[in-house]
């Protein structure tokens, strides 16, 4: 099993940027798919998940509005698109996946899978 994320990088305040994560090693539309961040110094926090059809998704209530998460069955990869960056955005972003597939799951320890994260940072 292997969850590849990429697209971090800097960016300034107001940027965007588009992360990707591609599955591999398991059925991807058995799972639902998750990101998560981790702030230096912080806990991880639920960012943002999507069930296996994709017709649910359920955001971390500080980022609803400005980042977007979508999956590609057919390529087996998730995707999250990050506007309006702010310097409390930066943080390791991991992608995770669940059993729970029809559900939107926020808990961590309800993910199975997790990939190796790619920073963002944000400055100001």
């Known amino acids: 099993v292997q969850l590849q994320a990429s697209g971090g990088g800097l960016v300034q305040a107001g940027g965007s940027l588009r992360l990707s994560c591609a599955a591999s090693?398991?059925?991807?539309?058995?799972?639902?798919m998750g990101w998560f961040r981790q702030a230096p110094k912080k806990e991880r926090e639920f960012v943002a998940v999507i069930n296996w059809s994709g017709d649910a998704t359920e955001y971390a209530d500080s980022l609803k509005g400005r980042f977007t998460i979508s999956r590609d069955n057919r390529e087996d990869a998730v995707y999250l698109e990050m506007t309006n960056l702010k310097p409390e955005d930066t943080a390791v972003y991991y992608c995770?996946?669940?059993?729970?597939?029809?559900?939107?799951?926020?808990?961590?320890?309800?993910?199975?899978?997790w990939g190796q994260g790619t920073q963002v940072t944000v400055s100001s």
């Open positions: 995770a996946a669940t059993m729970f597939r029809q559900r939107t799951v926020v808990k961590a320890n309800l993910y199975d899978y």
């Open positions: 090693g398991f059925s991807f539309m058995d799972y639902g």
